[in-house]
């Protein structure tokens, strides 16, 4: 069975860090693009970043590039998001997701708050 | 980045058809057909219906479509049911090498 499972959210200071793990089980880890998706408090899901496969291309919104680094360990079946610099508008459920199209699968989420 | 245009809200009764637009542009509808949509309901993650513009992923309802006419891809749902009402939002990837969802679509099956 498909697994992603988050985690490393938390309550943060602004201009703090965090950093965010996913976990992933029952699928060949290395094959696919681990995306990272978040959803503000009754917001719509807003697209974070992504990573191939061998880790070897990132992308990343606008809002994010700069402060926040994306990574995987294949060898541990792990993606990580390191974010940096937050702000209140990062604020949100982190969801980690394999593939956006056919292959697509979701975690359930880790919630970010950033607040003093 | 912004992102794609949907509208708030569209309602229908059981059984009727309704239709949920996604309005991008060239940089992003319009350029690829690697158009998705998700399904969402209250504290859940999203769940997606729809893949690369017009393909049903396995196990969801044949009661879900979707196509794409220049730069706006569109969700039908046939023969609506309570278990339809959600959110729903599309995503497009981008020129960009980024990927942007829809504003989002509240349905309200009456």
């Known amino acids: 069975e498909v697994q992603l499972v988050e985690s490393g959210g938390g309550l943060v200071q602004p201009g703090g860090s965090l950093r965010l793990s996913c976990a992933a089980s029952?699928?060949?880890?290395?094959?696919?693009?681990i995306h990272w998706v978040r959803q503000a408090p009754g917001k719509g899901p807003m697209w974070v970043s992504r990573i191939d496969g061998e880790g070897r291309t990132t992308d990343y919104a606008d809002s994010v590039k700069g402060r926040f680094t994306v990574s995987r360990d294949n060898a541990k079946n792990t993606v990580h998001l390191q974010m940096n610099s937050l702000t209140a508008e990062d604020t949100a459920v982190y969801y980690c997701a394999r593939d956006l199209r056919v292959a697509n699968h979701w975690g359930l989420g880790t919630l970010v708050t950033v607040s003093s | 980045q912004s992102a794609l245009t949907q509208p708030a809200s569209v309602s229908g009764s059981p059984g009727q058809s309704i239709t949920i637009s996604c309005i991008g542009s060239?940089?992003?509808?319009?350029?690829?057909?690697?158009v998705s949509w998700f399904q969402q309901h209250p504290g859940k993650a999203p769940k997606l219906v729809i893949y690369?513009?017009?393909n049903r992923p396995s196990g969801v309802s044949n009661r879900f479509s979707g196509s794409k006419s220049g730069n706006t891809a569109s969700l039908t749902i046939s023969g609506l049911q309570a278990e339809d009402e959600a959110d729903y939002y599309c995503n497009s990837f981008t020129t960009s090498n980024t990927h942007v969802f829809g504003s989002g679509t509240k349905v309200t099956v009456l």
């Open positions: 690369d513009v017009d």
């Open positions: 029952g699928f060949t880890f290395s094959n696919y693009w």
């Open positions: 060239s940089s992003d509808i319009g350029g690829y057909d690697f």
